[in-house]
């Protein structure tokens, strides 16, 4: 009997089931538009929350007491974990994991020792991957736990910092493209700043647009065919990110000249606390062209700080699939559970029921996305709301073959447009008839 008190993976019971351990929704071969419902979702089980956070908090320390956590020999505790881990996914039944490269390996006294341990987990890990068929949505390297990293990384005043962080994220991109991974995540958790008092923002800025550009030039030399995913977070723990949201992570990459390589992972934790909402950041990321792929969460609106809970909110997933399927879904992204059981759920099984719920929830909200899309029941409106534009005067405008005195001259030949309404309560109603 494995850790999780089950032997065989979790299956689709239909909407009647009230079976925690079964999937209401989330039947994985189910056609969606032309496409498996796997394979429009992408889940992916994270490596930290669910293996490595002892269910811990400002105010308290340990609650999980996981066995593999606790020993003598850290490497033989990583392999451990990484057999309960590989167990859970093939439970789930999740096509996807994904890494810190210090959740999966021991740092060691030097970096020269951590990525020898790197590449040990690594090469469990490939093992692991070949007999349960589960592949590696993205690694990335944890360049904020450690206090080398206190100041930063890349945007660190001490450039033995920078080259140290150098090293660790090359050692976690070749772990990465060992493993076939199809994306590289960099996740900036202290690249900002805590007081203006002692920062050059312009040299911070500068040296991490150098560190981007050198991991793009590598991702190319070892022939790494995924993009480098950036995820936008605002502040915790630092005051201020340079990557505070989508669309400020956008005007860094266009001044970098990184737009080619570079993508953006968005997570709803962090729209919320840039004070967007997952919506929104999803909507911009596809308008700017630098969706990448989603971390799949939710916050407490009662809390100003990262909760890191289970997506569990249909209405708000089933915007965020409608978006999706309009735009063409995933390429190399998917949906990844930067999600954490809360400290009280301590036994075993919680961890896999968290993941079930919120994988139906998801499920869910995208079946609910498709009827809509069929029905047309907010585009509909959408298009009716922007149909003078379709005319081909109006046309012109935005192919600039007008100028502006053109244009100045037929509103002063006597237009009087008058205000039409918005519609918003009768478009929620729409929604809700869905959800």
Sequence with gaps: MSFFGLDAPIRYAGPDSKDPLAYRFYDKNKQVMGKR???HLRFSACYWHSFTWPGG????GETFLRPWMHGSDPLQMARDKADVAFDMFKLLDVPFFTFHDVDVAPEGASLAESVKNLETITDIFAEKMGQTGTRLLWGTANLFSHRRYMAGAATNPDPDVFAYA???VKAAIDATKKLNGENYVCWGGREGYETLLNTDMKKELDQLGRFMSM???????IGFSGPILIEPKPREPSKHQYDFDVATVFGFLQKYDLLADVKVNIEQN????AGHSFDHEVRLAYALGVFGSLDINRGDDLLGWDTDQFAMNVSELTLLFHEMLKQGGFTTGGLNFDAKIRRQSIDPQDLLIAHVASMDACARALLAAEAMIADKALEGPLA?????????????ILRGESDL?????????GL???PRSGRQEYLEGVLNRYV
């Design 37 to 39: 419902m796997e394979d």
């Design 405 to 413: 005195e053109t244009i100045a001259a037929k509103a002063m030949a």
């Design 215 to 221: 991991l793009v030039d590598y991702k190319h030399k």
């Design 57 to 60: 908090d400002p105010f308290g």
């Design 270 to 273: 962090h729209a919320i606390l």
């Design 416 to 418: 009087d447009p008058q």
């Design 384 to 396: 009716a709301r922007y149909s003078g534009w379709a005319s081909p005067d109006n046309q012109a």
């Design 166 to 168: 150098v090293g660790q």
